[in-house]
Nanobody, 123 residues
Framework: QVQLVESGGGLVQAGGSLRLPCAAS????????MTWFRQAPGKEREFVAARWSSGNTYYADSVKGRFTISRDNAENTVYLQMNSLKPEDTAVYYC?????????????????WGQGTQVTVSS
C-alpha cells in the first residue's frame, strides 16, 4: 500500500502562487509515478501534471508554462508549484500514484489517491 497526503491549498488572488506538497509513504517508491489531478465543481477529474518513474514530466496544455512538478526523493514528496494562477484553476487538487513504466493520464489508471486539497483563485 501507498499512502498519499496533500497539503498547501488555500485562497489566492489571480496572478498569485501556491505550492502543493504530496507526501508518500508505504511500499517502495522507487518505481512509482506521481501525478496531480484536479476536479472543479460539476466537472470531471482532469489530469494536471505528472512525473513518471523515468523522471520525465508532462503537463496539461492548460497549465504548461505556469505549473511545475518536482520530486524530492529523500523526502518521498512530490511538489506542484503553481504560478500565475487563474480563477479557472479553482478546484480540488488530488495527488495520485501508480507503479509502472508507462505513461498514464486517466484517473482510473491510478491505484493510490490522496484526500485532496482545495485551491481557490479569486479574480
Amino acid at each position: 500500500q501507498v499512502q498519499l497526503v496533500e497539503s498547501g491549498g488555500g485562497l489566492v488572488q489571480a496572478g498569485g502562487s501556491l505550492r502543493l506538497p504530496c507526501a508518500a509513504s508505504g511500499r517502495t517508491l522507487r518505481f512509482i509515478a506521481m501525478t496531480w489531478f484536479r476536479q472543479a465543481p460539476g466537472k470531471e477529474r482532469e489530469f494536471v501534471a505528472a512525473r513518471w518513474s523515468s523522471g520525465n514530466t508532462y503537463y496539461a496544455d492548460s497549465v504548461k508554462g505556469r505549473f511545475t512538478i518536482s520530486r524530492d526523493n529523500a523526502e518521498n514528496t512530490v511538489y506542484l508549484q503553481m504560478n500565475s494562477l487563474k480563477p479557472e484553476d479553482t478546484a480540488v487538487y488530488y495527488c495520485a500514484a501508480r507503479y509502472g513504466l508507462t505513461t498514464a493520464f486517466r484517473p482510473n489508471e491510478y491505484a493510490y489517491w490522496g484526500q485532496g486539497t482545495q485551491v481557490t483563485v479569486s479574480s
